[in-house]
């Protein structure tokens, strides 16, 4: 499999007019296309339809497609949950302060959604190229849809491919960090869908303490870090203050007086 990103065993086109968008990915990703009907159980597709991208495991009892749809019911749904608040809290955003954030391990983009659907201008950093290409996909899909408040929340993320320590530097007042692989989180029963996440994360470096490393030596004023509950500091490194939630908890390294930017 190549290196460029791994886990996934092919691309492929959802009807024959994808034929030619998915043979162009594949070459962009450096993966195997494939048209075949019945692919051998147990494999990773990424799959073509329109312009939309989504993650397939196939099989019998294979957990449904995984893509990026921030209008969906999911994100409507959280907006109404008090998580929000916390990550909102723990980043800085008020009535009357809307800091510039990198948020440096954009994955699905959920996280990053959810702040710039408080008000904040978001830059995502993601590194693996088939979850890149899955944000872009849902990115763009939000902005075409009609919806005016999808449309502004979309308007306020921005993406970079790549590996946010070797990226320029966005201007930013906060960079936000979750590193967590869910199948690492013991505690939580892992979401079918998000295991099909994890293995095309597997076979990537855990090196979160070293991003938060570098992110601490960054000109921003704070740095937050989200964890499970319970788990140690990442990197060993004592943060300012933590907000808690019932699963997650929030890790904020303040480094300098967040600067008053009017929403
Ligand atoms: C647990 S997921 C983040 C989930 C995200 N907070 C959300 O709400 O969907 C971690 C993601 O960070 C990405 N990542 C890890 N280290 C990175 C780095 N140094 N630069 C850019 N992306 C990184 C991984 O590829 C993975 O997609």
């Not at 907006?79 to 980043?91: H, K, S, T, W």
């Amino acid at each position: 499999m190549p290196d460029g990103a791994p886990g996934v065993d092919a691309v492929v086109p959802a009807a024959p007019a994808d034929i030619a968008t998915a043979r162009a990915l594949a070459a962009r990703l450096s993966l195997p296309y494939s048209e075949v009907d019945a692919p051998a159980p147990g494999a990773l597709l990424l799959v073509v339809e329109g312009a939309g991208r989504s993650l397939r495991l196939t099989g019998a009892g294979a957990p449904g497609p995984v893509a990026v749809e921030f209008g969906g019911g999911a994100m409507r749904h959280r907006r109404r949950g008090g998580a929000n608040e916390l990550l909102g809290r723990a980043v800085g955003v008020t009535a009357r302060r809307q800091p510039r954030v990198l948020d440096a391990t954009a994955g699905l983009g959920r996280d990053a959604f959810v702040l710039a659907d408080l008000g904040a201008q978001v830059a995502l950093a993601e590194r693996q190229p088939v979850v890149a290409e899955l944000l872009r996909a849902g990115l763009a899909s939000a902005a075409a849809a009609r919806d005016e408040w999808l449309g502004a929340v979309v308007g306020r993320m921005t993406l970079f491919e790549g590996d946010a320590r070797e990226l320029p530097l966005p201007p930013c007042d906060v960079i936000y960090l979750d590193p967590m692989f869910p199948g690492r989180d013991k505690s939580a029963a892992v979401r079918k869908e998000m295991a099909l996440f994890q293995r095309l994360l597997a076979r990537q470096e855990d090196d979160g303490a070293e991003l938060l490393e570098w992110a601490l030596c960054q000109p921003v004023s704070r740095v937050v870090v989200k964890r499970p509950l319970r788990a140690a500091e990442l990197g060993g490194r004592s943060a300012s203050h933590c907000i808690r939630g019932k699963a997650v908890r929030y890790d904020v390294h303040v480094l300098k007086k967040l600067p008053e930017v009017p929403p």
